[in-house]
Nanobody
C-alpha cells in the first residue's frame, strides 16, 4: 500500500506563506492525479487543489490566486505553495492520489496542521 506523508505545516500570521509537501512511498505520481484536501474543525473535508498527470490544475474558489499545486514525479512529491494565508485557511491538510473528481486511493493519514493566527 502506498504511504503518503504530509509535512510543512505550522503556525503563520495572516498574510504569510507556507509550503506543504507530500511524499509517496513509491512511484505513483506519474499515473494519477494528485490532490490536496483540508479539514477544519467541525467541517467536512474539502478539495483544495488538484493537479492532473498533464500538470493542468484545478483550485477551489476560496484559494484561487493564492495557492499553487505542483508535482515532482521524479521525487514522488507533490507540493502546495500557500500565500496570503487567511485565518479561514486554518485546517489539517492532507494529500491523496487517484482519479478525478476527488482522488482518494490512499489512506487518510495524519496530515499536516496549518494554523493562521496573529
Amino acid at each position: 500500500q502506498v504511504q503518503l506523508v504530509e509535512s510543512g505545516g505550522g503556525l503563520v500570521q495572516p498574510g504569510g506563506s507556507l509550503r506543504l509537501s507530500c511524499a509517496a512511498s513509491r512511484h505513483i505520481f506519474s499515473n494519477y492525479a494528485m490532490a490536496w484536501y483540508r479539514q477544519a474543525p467541525g467541517k467536512q473535508r474539502e478539495l483544495v487543489a488538484l493537479i492532473r498527470t498533464g500538470n493542468t490544475t484545478i483550485y477551489a474558489d476560496a484559494v484561487k490566486g493564492r495557492f499553487t499545486i505542483s508535482r515532482d514525479n521524479a521525487k514522488n512529491t507533490v507540493y502546495l505553495q500557500m500565500n496570503s494565508l487567511k485565518p479561514e485557511d486554518t485546517a489539517v491538510y492532507h494529500c491523496n492520489y487517484g482519479w478525478e473528481p476527488a482522488p482518494s486511493f490512499g489512506s487518510w493519514g495524519q496530515g499536516t496542521q496549518v494554523t493562521v493566527s496573529s
